[in-house]
């Protein structure tokens, strides 16, 4: 699987927005972008996706670099319940059989009220 | 909709005995999950099941884990004998479909402390 770089841990304050960047410089055409996250003592939730085009839901926005060498998760008003490890991954689009997500060690986001 | 159920929550064993872990995926799920996080660390795939068949179980050390998915429904994980460095949290997660769209949906996990 391609690999992703991400920060140890980032710092922000409560209902500002948060910017979680994403390094995937080997990623391939037919790989997608995914982001999951962790909140403490839980497992890992499904957060945003996107292949090539900026996407949005409501928990977030995923802004995807022309290249796609790079991305960035958007957190637009952080809360203190936004505070866990958010992991970026890329999951390969073509064939079938295995495709179990392949997990970093994410980036530890800390919001400060 | 019930989510991904996993039992138990915790569980503390000496080494050498042995263990096994529950999960019962969302209703209409094909793709099971077991994953194993150690503290500290991403979570690490340790096999996948589509129905009732492995599609994947090339990270899973077969001399002491185990896991069947029965009928293609619930799945058990099991460790026999346990060594120390298996404390983790054992997590199973599901999916309905593959790949780019497939969301995964995971259960809390189970904790195993190995003394």
């Known amino acids: 699987d391609a690999k992703t770089t991400q920060p140890n841990s980032m710092e922000s304050n409560e209902e500002e927005p948060v910017h979680l960047p994403c390094n995937h410089s080997t990623i391939s055409g037919t790989d997608y972008i995914h982001w999951y996250r962790q909140l403490p003592s839980q497992g890992p939730e499904y957060v945003i996706h996107?292949?090539?085009s900026n996407v949005n839901n409501r928990m977030a926005s995923l802004a995807i670099a022309e290249d796609r060498k790079s991305s960035t998760l958007i957190l637009h008003r952080a809360t203190l319940r936004d505070a866990a490890v958010y992991y970026c991954i890329l999951r390969e689009g073509a064939g079938g059989g295995a495709d179990g997500l392949t997990f970093g060690k994410g980036t530890h986001l800390i919001i400060q009220p | 909709e019930a989510g991904v159920a996993q039992s138990p929550r915790y569980k503390i064993i000496e080494k050498r005995q042995s263990v096994a872990f529950w999960c019962n995926p969302i209703?209409?799920?094909?793709?099971l999950y077991w994953y194993q996080q150690i503290l500290g660390q991403g979570p690490k795939l340790l096999i996948q099941?589509?129905?009732?068949?492995?599609?994947?179980d090339s990270q899973l050390p077969k001399d002491r884990f185990s896991a069947e998915r029965l009928k293609g429904v619930d799945s058990t994980l099991k460790i026999q004998p346990a060594k120390l460095e298996d404390s983790a949290v054992y997590l199973c997660?599901?999916?309905?479909?593959?790949?780019?769209?497939?969301?995964?949906?995971f259960g809390e996990g189970s904790r195993l402390t190995v003394l």
């Open positions: 209703s209409g799920h094909a793709t």
């Open positions: 997660a599901s999916s309905a479909n593959h790949r780019q769209s497939g969301e995964l949906f």
């Open positions: 996107g292949l090539t």
């Open positions: 099941f589509q129905n009732n068949g492995v599609v994947d």
